[in-house]
């Protein structure tokens, strides 16, 4: 099986949830962005500081789990789930409720200065090989943001004629938002779905 088995296309940014393996054997979960490089292999640019980065460069490899469970994303965003809520395999850990998961290596490993919207500040870029895939449902679909981008800008576009003063501007402010995510992590349908909302929403500056 390669990444196109589990639904990851080339160049698309999927939200994931990376589990590592802390120095004192317990597992550690966290929602990561991925980007599918190729067929068997994937980018994470990860802020310095995290307990995840201090893993991978530890143990070089990971586990990226896909799903759709909104569960698994809050508890490993404010804490991380139970450790029952983990099952092992070579070594590493995976999330029992994910719907795949993705065995990886590390390949390269470096720390770079970024600069974005949030300031300047050192991200580790981390390329990594997928050695093994383990689908554990049929169906498998990773969560790409830009579909759901499409589909908020879309709701803004048609209450466009219901809104005016501070609600029209705060519209404006976040249909900016949303084109900016689309365009980042979309695939070129998801681009070309957003321009579409763009140019209709243009007749109302």
């Not at 589990?6 to 994931?16: D, I």
């Not at 508890?75 to 070594?91: C, K, R």
């Not at 501070?166 to 070129?188: A, C, F, W």
């Amino acid at each position: 099986m390669n990444l196109e088995s589990v639904g990851m296309e080339r160049g698309l940014l999927y939200e994931t949830v990376v589990t590592t393996r802390n120095e004192d054997g317990t597992p550690n979960a966290a929602p990561m962005g991925v980007i599918c490089k190729n067929e068997n292999e994937v980018v994470l640019y990860l802020h310095q500081g995290s307990q995840t980065v201090r893993n991978i460069k530890l143990e070089e490899k990971f586990v990226v789990n896909i799903t759709k469970d909104p569960m698994i994303f809050v508890e490993s965003t404010l804490g991380n789930p139970s450790e029952e809520s983990f099952e092992h395999f070579n070594n590493e850990f995976y999330l029992k409720g994910t719907d795949a998961f993705l065995y990886v290596e590390v390949t390269r490993l470096r720390d770079v200065e970024r600069e974005d919207q949030f300031g300047v500040s050192t991200t580790t870029v981390i390329n990594a090989e997928v050695k093994e895939i383990v689908k554990k449902k049929e169906h498998v679909e990773p969560l790409n943001r830009a579909i759901y981008g499409v589909i908020e800008g879309l709701v803004y576009l048609t209450r466009m004629d219901m809104v005016s003063g501070d609600m029209e501007k705060l519209y404006r402010h976040r249909m900016k938002e949303i084109s900016r995510i689309v365009n980042k992590v979309g695939s070129v349908e998801h681009k070309k779905a957003m321009k579409k909302i763009s140019e209709a929403f243009s007749k109302y500056e």
